[in-house]
C-alpha cells in the first residue's frame, strides 16, 4: 500500500494572490491614468467646482484669518 497523498490543488494559492495583486496593480495605473488625463483636459483645475449654495467666505483668506483669531494665543504664527 502506498502513503496517502493529498490531491493536488487545482489552483495553487500564489496564482491566486499574484492574480489579485496584479489585478490591484493593474486597476491603480488606470485610476491613476484617468486622474492624469482628467488634470491635464481641464487646464491643472482638478476638475471640480465649488459646492452650490455655500458661503464663498469658507474658500477665501477671510476664513483662514478668522481661524487664526480664534485660536489660543500660544498656536498663532
Request: glycine share 12%; hydrophobic share 40%.
Amino acid at each position: 500500500m502506498e502513503p496517502s497523498r493529498k490531491p493536488p490543488q487545482s489552483i495553487p494559492i500564489m496564482t491566486i494572490v499574484c492574480a489579485v495583486l496584479g489585478a490591484v496593480v493593474i486597476l491603480g495605473f488606470i485610476i491613476g491614468g484617468v486622474m492624469l488625463w482628467m488634470r491635464k483636459n481641464t487646464g491643472g483645475e482638478g476638475g471640480y467646482a465649488p459646492a452650490a449654495g455655500r458661503d464663498s467666505a469658507y474658500s477665501s483668506d477671510l476664513y483662514m484669518e478668522a481661524l487664526k483669531n480664534s485660536c489660543p494665543v500660544g498656536l498663532r504664527d
